[in-house]
């Protein structure tokens, strides 16, 4: 099938969406949006809103503004989440630099004896070779100034510039199970293998905000583990939608209170859920009484 779909300007837009139905109160600043959100992306947030999701027609006294207000929403949200996952990301780096040096030497990661797969480290040092040579800072342009043996400077420079992929990628491999043990146990989890869980989750999560792509609302490629039972503050309730962003939400919670105790972020997600009130939060897998679970209080 050819796509034939023309561009429309602002006007036309506006036009198209009345005449599916949707209310627009004031013409001039629904323009205003529309200049600095692509249609396209403002479409997502009108989909709630429609009755035919193949025609587009919306129900009943839908408003332009309430696709506004759920996009603002997913903005903030996104930047609350990303400062979540910039925490673990920091806190993982710091850890395996310290505990996998004092145990393997400042090069462990070139070392392929101690990757479980040969295929994946030699993707990561790829990476890693590609990110040093497009990297501006400072001390790697020093360090190369100075050292010309090994070929890249030690673990705790080069894994800072080093992508949360890449160091996921990294820890996963890696086969000393009783390293990987340690750094989960100082994360108060009980085994590496759900530290690995939710790394590869939050790396995917990274890259959708890294996109700007919407949370709210969306399935995710990978599902935290979220029915072992941990030594901290965790959830009751089984999560019925693992898929949601709410299970992503409880292991970011989980993780921070493990990094540090009197982080913000249950209080600042719960002023930004009291500050919409019209989102739906079931969107997100949240069930009805998750405030009251040991995690949220």
């Known amino acids: ?40 992306r403002l479409a997502n947030y009108f989909h709630p809103m429609e009755s035919d999701k193949v025609l587009h027609i919306f129900k009943p006294n839908s408003y332009f503004e309430n696709a506004i207000d759920l996009y603002e929403f997913d903005r903030e949200l996104r930047a609350l989440i990303f400062s979540a996952i910039q ?8 850890k395996m630099i310290h505990h996998i040096s004092l145990q393997y030497g400042a090069f462990w990661f070139m070392d392929a004896n101690l990757f479980r797969n040969a295929s994946i480290h030699q993707l990561c040092l790829s990476h890693i070779h590609q990110e040093l040579e497009r990297t501006k800072e400072e001390f790697i342009l020093q360090h190369y100034e100075k050292y010309s043996d090994p070929e890249v400077p030690p673990v ?11 160091l996921s990628k990294l820890f996963c491999n890696f086969k000393d ?3 990987k043990k340690r750094i989960a146990r100082e994360l108060n989890l009980p085994q590496h293998v759900i530290l690995e869980n939710w790394i590869k989750c939050a ?14 609302n969306r399935k995710f490629p990978i599902i935290p ?12 309730h089984q999560i019925s939608n693992t898929n949601k962003l709410y299970s992503h939400l409880c292991y970011l919670q ?19 859920l009291a500050k919409h009130p019209n989102v739906d939060v079931t969107a997100m897998g949240f069930h009805h009484d998750w405030q009251e679970e040991p995690l949220w209080r």
């Not at 034939?4 to 837009?13: G, V």
């Not at 705790?156 to 890449?166: A, C, D, H, I, L």
């Open 87 to 94: 925490a673990v990301e920091i806190t993982l780096r710091t």
């Open 156 to 166: 705790w420079k080069t894994m800072e510039v080093t992508t949360f992929g890449t």
């Open 177 to 179: 199970n009783s390293i």
């Open 203 to 216: 790396v995917v999560m990274r890259n959708f905000l890294a996109h700007h792509s919407r949370v709210w």
């Open 1 to 40: 099938m050819r796509y034939t779909k023309l561009p429309l300007d602002y006007p036309e837009i506006l036009s198209m969406l009345k005449e599916r139905g949707l209310v627009i109160q004031d013409d001039n600043r629904a323009v205003s949006c529309l200049q600095v959100i692509s249609y396209f």
């Open 225 to 236: 583990l979220t029915s072992t039972r941990l030594r901290g503050k965790w959830i009751t």
């Open 254 to 272: 989980y993780m921070l209170d493990a990094i540090k105790a009197d982080n913000h972020f249950r209080e600042q997600l719960k002023i930004l």
